[in-house]
């Protein structure tokens, strides 16, 4: 089946820090990638998402890149802010007829100033 | 735009009791998914409703079970409660076919 792996927290940085969180994947056919973000005490908000291998989804600052060769969707920003303290989380949409989303553990990410 | 809504924010029920918890869809979006993410993990898909019909289940037991309503709200229904059932429950709202799904902020349930 399919599932998300994504790198253990947590990371602390300093604000204007390089961030890389690691996710990688395995499915069948061609999922779409996502990556979500919780702040404290709330849901799940989308952050990024790439349909297709090569497709780099971006926003706010954040990038990933869909690779298909290695089955991977790393989140990187270059200058990371306190204001992006919260815990990421990876998930792929195997297609299909209901496009349930399959989740990694989360890492949480706190910035210091 | 109305996003998605669940109700209540929290809830404590002891063990073996039942619970139910509501969700209103984000507006024009007809798909209602439903995940527990317990502590420190990720969320888990329990099942989806379309057209008030169960699209899809995760791997949970047939204590938990749903609806959805004409107007694509939808609730969960977990009967006999146990211990790890505490959790929280977030829905999920989206239009048929599509590959984005957009949170509610989720009921946090705790079993005594």
């Known amino acids: 089946g399919n599932s998300v792996t994504q790198m253990e927290g947590p990371v602390t940085l300093s604000e204007e820090a390089f961030l890389t969180i690691n996710c990688t994947y395995t499915?069948?056919?061609?999922?779409?990638l996502f990556w979500y973000v919780q702040y404290p005490g709330e849901g799940l908000q989308l952050l990024l998402k790439?349909?297709?291998?090569?497709d780099k989804g971006s926003n706010k600052g954040f990038e990933a890149t869909y690779r298909k060769e290695t089955t991977s969707f790393h989140l990187e920003k270059g200058s990371v802010q306190v204001s992006d303290s919260a815990v990421y989380f990876c998930?792929?949409?195997?297609?299909?007829?209901?496009?349930?989303?399959?989740f990694g553990k989360g890492t949480l990410l706190t910035v210091n100033p | 735009e109305t996003g998605v809504t669940q109700s209540p924010t929290h809830l404590i029920k002891t063990r073996g009791q039942q619970v139910t918890l509501r969700c209103s869809s984000q507006?024009?979006?007809?798909?209602v998914s439903w995940y527990q993410q317990a502590l420190g993990q990720g969320p888990q898909f329990i099942f989806q409703?379309?057209?008030?019909?169960?699209?899809g289940r995760g791997n949970f037991p047939p204590r938990f079970s749903g609806l959805q309503f004409p107007n694509y709200s939808s609730e969960l229904n977990v009967n006999a409660l146990e211990l790890d059932d505490s959790a929280l429950y977030l829905c999920?709202?989206?239009?048929?076919?599509?590959?984005?799904?957009?949170f509610g902020p989720g009921t946090r349930l705790t079993v005594l």
């Open positions: 999920a709202s989206s239009l048929a076919g599509g590959d984005e799904q957009f």
């Open positions: 507006s024009g979006h007809n798909t």
């Open positions: 499915a069948t056919g061609y999922p779409s």
């Open positions: 409703y379309y057209r008030e019909e169960e699209n």
């Open positions: 790439a349909t297709k291998a090569d």
């Open positions: 998930a792929l949409s195997g297609g299909g007829s209901n496009y349930k989303l399959t």
